[in-house]
């Protein structure tokens, strides 16, 4: 592969969604609690079978939001519409359509995790045989079975979260929000329902994700919506919104790590790189390349072949969601620091 | 991004409307909820049990002999009035109960759950208020057994029947009070001193444990409209006779009206909590 490649998987879509249809559509949502502004015209898309991020530090409107689209609130102005029923004039067919998993599990934690399915199968009209399986069925997919006559108050919080997304599939929803699935799960739990999700998708649904983890953001959602105070304040495919934040860094790793001073000292010589000098970074073996075009990635990879030099490897990386958030509001978002730096590559072997 | 919006999917699913066959479904759905609760969590049969033994017990012996005499008798004569006028307090006291119980509930995520749900949004209140009913009949039946057992007679079975219809039918109409309690207040501390409140006025002047004769006039006044002596008077009328209409006919007015008037507001307050 070649450097071809590298351009076209780096290229920035600037119109992916043309002619694909919205399962959830909002327009000019607003909701005020006294003097706070919850939400403050917020207009979204997400279209159907993928997956919308809305990220945003705690208090950014991410719940409120959800619970509009849920029908559980009603919003002081604006439009919206969820798998086309309106959430003001038609909530009762848009209940049949969604599922809703909650940053607090929404469970009967007195009730045994299988009682807990068969109750919302019978609240969605199931016959009793048909909930019955489905409830056995779901307990199976969510490795659950085990625990299926205890107590929801004696599951972890993993197990609860599970079972919590289980109850939401029980009537395929369409339209799925999960609003901040993972918060408060430790990291190995957390991969767990991340696992899940992927699977839902993967089966077809359509979700609208909240979030304050750039990671998860990055792991789940092919399309982000950064909501701050209230306002969208950035919306559009993650590598897209990177890219506007800030340029790309270009990892060359020459097969001879001699080569790597000369080759730095080529590309600034050349006055090819962008507005920083190339780095090296001796502890890879690679050279770091600022760059903020196509064009300039392409006469860097050029020159590279020029001199003859052999490369290892190649790739571009993308600023990290904490850098998009940090620019795009001026603030840093509040999400906990522990996460590990996201990373995105497209990486190429020559 | 485009604008485009799915069609509404197929035709059967955009009914709105919910059959009352699925309506006792969901209510059934949600009952079963409680009763595992209960069989989760069997002290929380205590109230329905004990109270009834111990206040039958506690009037009977302590204010028997005296309140008796009153009546031209003795314990056993009290034991014919207070019976019937238990069967009233025991309907209330449970009553009072779905207020905490409903207010708990409503402090968990799984409340969200059932209102995303295209189910009636009355349904969850009727699930609660069918399950305090049997509570309701347990308590009754265990107070009948008291009752007998420290000497009440049973003379006019019909009348015991008809008068345990009467105290849940009441019973059920004070409920919606307590829920819109339950879904308005804060916590279960505030809704149990509110109920407490109510209770215990409602409760001691009216003509459940004596008769109102002796009391002062304003005090009388306050007993006569008090739905609980009108439910007290009639169950008494009809267990061990004496007059009924006019109490009956005030007792259902109550009924009527209490449902009519809290019912909505308390299914309003429940689908609009935020």
């Known amino acids: ?350 | 991004m485009s604008t485009a919006v799915a069609e509404a999917p197929l035709a059967a699913k955009g009914d709105p409307r919910i059959s009352p066959r699925a309506h006792a479904r969901h209510i059934g759905a949600l009952v079963r909820r409680n009763l595992l609760w209960i069989r989760q969590d069997p002290e929380s049969m205590f109230d329905a049990v004990l109270m009834p033994v111990i206040f039958t017990l506690l009037f009977v012996y302590v204010f028997g002999g005296s309140i008796g005499q009153s009546l031209g008798g003795g314990q056993d004569r009290y034991v014919q009035y207070v019976v019937p006028g238990l069967m009233a307090m025991t309907a209330m006291n449970i009553a009072t109960a779905v207020g905490t119980g409903f207010n708990e509930d409503f402090q968990k995520g799984v409340m969200d759950r059932f209102r995303t749900l295209p189910i009636g949004q009355g349904s969850v209140l009727f699930a609660k208020i069918v399950v305090e009913l049997m509570r309701m009949l347990v308590a009754t039946t265990i107070l009948m057994i008291v009752g007998v057992l420290v000497g009440f007679d049973i003379t006019n079975w019909p009348g015991l029947f008809a008068s345990v219809g009467l105290s849940v039918l009441f019973g059920s109409s004070l409920m919606w009070i307590f829920l819109v309690l339950g879904v308005t207040m804060k916590n279960a501390q505030s809704v149990q001193a509110m109920g407490f409140l109510v209770l215990m006025p409602l409760q001691f002047g009216s003509s459940i444990f004596s008769p109102t004769r002796t009391m002062p006039g304003w005090l009388q006044n306050f007993t006569d409209y008090n739905p609980l002596s009108a439910l007290a008077d009639t169950t008494r009328g009809l267990m061990v006779g004496g007059p009924v209409t006019h109490s009956l006919w005030v007792t259902l007015a109550w009924t009527a009206g209490l449902t009519l008037v809290m019912a909505p507001i308390a299914i309003h307050k429940f689908r609009t909590k935020s």
């Open chain 1, 1 to 350: 592969m070649g450097a071809g490649t590298l351009m076209g998987m780096t290229r920035i879509d600037k119109n992916p969604d043309s002619g694909a249809r919205s399962a959830v559509s909002v327009r000019g949502l607003v909701k005020h609690y006294g003097e706070t502004k919850a939400l403050d015209g917020v207009d979204l898309d997400v279209r159907e079978g993928t997956v919308l991020g809305v990220l945003g530090p705690n208090g950014a409107g991410k719940t409120t939001l959800v619970r509009i689209l849920s029908t559980l609130i009603t919003p002081d102005a604006g439009q919206a519409t969820v798998a086309g029923y309106n959430v003001l004039t038609q909530p009762r067919q848009l209940r049949r359509v969604i599922g809703l998993t909650g940053q607090y599990a929404s469970v009967d934690e007195k009730l045994p995790g299988w009682e807990n399915l068969y109750m919302i199968g019978r609240l969605l009209d199931l016959p009793r045989k048909d909930a019955r399986r489905r409830a056995d069925e779901l307990l199976e997919r969510f490795s659950l079975t085990e625990a299926a006559k205890r107590p929801a108050s004696t599951y972890s919080g993993g197990m609860r979260r599970r079972l919590d997304l289980a109850a939401s599939m029980i009537g395929h929803p369409s339209v799925l929000y999960l609003d901040e699935p993972t918060t408060g799960l430790d990291p190995r739990t957390r991969n767990e329902v991340w696992k899940e999700v992927k699977r839902m998708v993967a089966d077809g649904a359509t979700v609208l994700l909240t979030t304050q983890y750039m990671e998860e953001a990055e792991q789940l959602a092919s399309e982000l919506t950064v909501i701050d105070r209230g306002k969208v304040i950035a919306s559009g495919r993650i590598d897209e919104l990177k890219a506007r934040v800030g340029g790309r860094t270009l990892r060359i790793r020459p097969v001879d790590p001699l080569e790597l001073r000369p080759l730095a000292s080529l590309f600034d010589e050349l006055g090819l790189t962008g507005l920083a000098a190339s780095v090296v970074d001796t502890e890879t073996g690679t050279v770091l390349v600022p760059i903020l075009s196509d064009e300039q990635l392409t006469a860097v990879v050029g020159a590279v072949t020029a001199r003859g030099i052999t490369i290892g490897s190649i790739s571009t990386e993308l600023p990290s969601l904490d850098e998009v958030f940090l620019s795009l509001t001026g603030h840093k978002a509040s999400a906990p620091q522990d996460a590990a730096p996201t990373r995105a590559y497209e990486e190429v072997s020559a």
